[in-house]
Structures are given as structure tokens and as C-alpha cells.
């Protein structure tokens, strides 16, 4: 005769099994979502971009920021792919290039210059498109306008936050045009008071750090809208 005490071991036996069986069974989890950022320093090379005040070129800037934002991002976990990393010559197709071969989570195109105040944002004036298997290479961006639209809208949030001035508005942006991801162009331009008197110019370190943290802050929320269900 099966004793009580034999049943209770048996069944706690059984119930064991169970569950490593069906632990065994269950789907392994899925690696979690790939988050990248494509940053193009703007102009390069043979292309000097615009000439700032302090008698640096547009190109030497841009560098500068790029790699102080990529530090920060990535000391925040954030892998990032640069579109150059020296002063190289970089064709606008190749830029698009990197940001569609990387599949990116966000592309933030970097440009400075002496006009306007604080930091200028700019998204394609591409009109808004459904996504198409093959897109045109000059207008891949239409399919991303709508995205690329709320990354500039996080953007401009954390720049406010951090006492930025801040303007927004949309043009024909040759590189952009042909990314296929959120993309936006960011000009950083001399902080002005209400006078336009310039508070703080851009070979301000102050300044220039002052912008790329909040850049990096944005990226940061922007990650954690994309991991949102």
C-alpha cells in the first residue's frame, strides 16, 4: 500500500517535472531591440562649410561636437556609427548611406552657423509619404517625415529645458532626403539675449557643452519612446 507520505513526494515529483518541461519548451527570449544613432558631422574635407566668427571653419565644429556627443552617448549605453571621424571629404549620398546601411534609430545631422540664435531644427519639406519596398533614393525620407517630425519635437524639448532658444521649421536638405530613418538637421547658431547681443558664441566650451548634453538628454528620451509597446 502507497503510504500518504510516498503521494505527497510523488506528486511534488511530478509537479517538478512539469515545469522544467515546460520551461524547456517556452521560446527562448528575443535579444532586445537594436537602438543606433547615425551623427554626421557636416562638411569636411574640401568642403569648409560656413566660416565662423572666431575665423574657424564650419567643418572643425561640427567634428568637435560630433565627437563630444558621441562621449556622451556613448557613456549612456547608446551605440553610435559617425558618418566621419577626421577631417575628410564625405559625399552627401555616402552620409545617407551610412544612416540607411545602419539602420538607425535616429540621425542627427550637425551644422553651425553666426545667423539666428541658439539652436535651429530642421526636418525634410519632403511631403509625408506611405513607405514604399524600394523608395527613390532622393525622397526616402517621405516615408519618415511623421517620425522624424517627434524626434525633432523631443529634441527641441530637452534644448528648452536646458534654457536653449530654439527654432523650428523644415527645408530641402540633400543627405536627409535620402535617409530612411527619423532624421533631423540640427544648426547651432551664438546664444543672444532678448537684444540679440551675443551671450555666449560658439567657441564657448560652457556653451558647447551646454548643447550637447541636452542633444545627448533628448537621444535618451527618444530611446525610451522606442521601447515603448
Known sequence: MVTLEF????????????????????????????????????????????????GQAEKTFTLALGVRLR???????????????????????????????SNAAACLSLHASESGSGVHLFVSSLAPAEPARFAAWKTAQAAW???????????NSALLHAGINVTLGSAALPAVDSMACPAVAIEI???RDSSHAVTAGLDDPGYQARVASALAAAILEWRTEAARP
Open 7 to 54: 503521494r505527497y513526494i510523488w506528486a511534488f515529483a511530478a509537479l517538478m517535472a512539469a515545469s522544467h518541461m515546460a520551461a524547456a519548451q517556452a521560446p527562448p527570449a528575443g535579444p532586445p531591440a537594436r537602438f543606433l544613432v547615425v551623427l554626421d558631422a557636416a562638411h569636411g574635407g574640401d568642403d569648409p562649410g560656413g566660416r565662423l566668427s572666431n
Open 71 to 101: 562621449s556622451l552617448l556613448a557613456a549612456r549605453g547608446i551605440q553610435v556609427v559617425t558618418t566621419r571621424e577626421s577631417d575628410a571629404t564625405v559625399n552627401l549620398n555616402r552620409r545617407a548611406e551610412v544612416a540607411n546601411h
Open 145 to 155: 517625415v511623421t517620425r522624424s517630425l517627434a524626434l525633432a519635437g523631443v529634441l
Open 189 to 191: 547658431a551664438p546664444d
